[in-house]
Nanobody
Framework: QVQLVESGGGLVQAGGSLRLSCAASERTFSNYHMGWFRQAPGKEREFVAVISRSGVWSAYADAVKGRFTVSRDNAKNSGYLQMNSLRPEATAVYSC????????????????????WGQGTQVTVPV
């Protein structure tokens, strides 16, 4: 059982930046692809970004492309989401998740593709 703990959320003004972290409890973190999702009140969980096991490949939702950057440090069993030029619509609970499945098509956009989830961290961007 891998435990994931997110941190780095908070209140930030529109146009500002935040860096979220995802710490894994296991050294096997490097065996998993890592994704970030967000869920706003009253809305479904939404794919944000994903990074491959080695960190060589990544993908983003169109809504965040060019402003968010996903990264990882397998030596530290940690992943990150750098969020720049934040907008009010980014307000949500952000969660990291990991998957040991084979990367194919766009399955990584589906929450069900992931095996372990963190509890999430709140990001608030006031209007």
């Amino acid at each position: 059982q891998v435990q994931l703990v997110e941190s780095g959320g908070g209140l930030v003004q529109a146009g500002g930046s935040l860096r979220l972290s995802c710490a894994a409890s296991e050294r096997t973190f490097s065996n998993y692809h890592m994704g970030w999702f967000r869920q706003a009140p009253g809305k479904e969980r939404e794919f944000v970004a994903v990074i491959s096991r080695s960190g060589v490949w990544s993908a983003y939702a169109d809504a965040v492309k060019g402003r968010f950057t996903v990264s990882r440090d397998n030596a530290k069993n940690s992943g990150y989401l750098q969020m720049n030029s934040l907008r009010p619509e980014a307000t949500a609970v952000y969660s990291c998740a990991i998957s040991s499945s084979v990367l194919r098509s766009d399955y990584f956009r589906r929450p069900t593709w992931y095996e372990y989830w963190g509890q999430g961290t709140q990001v608030t961007v006031p209007v």
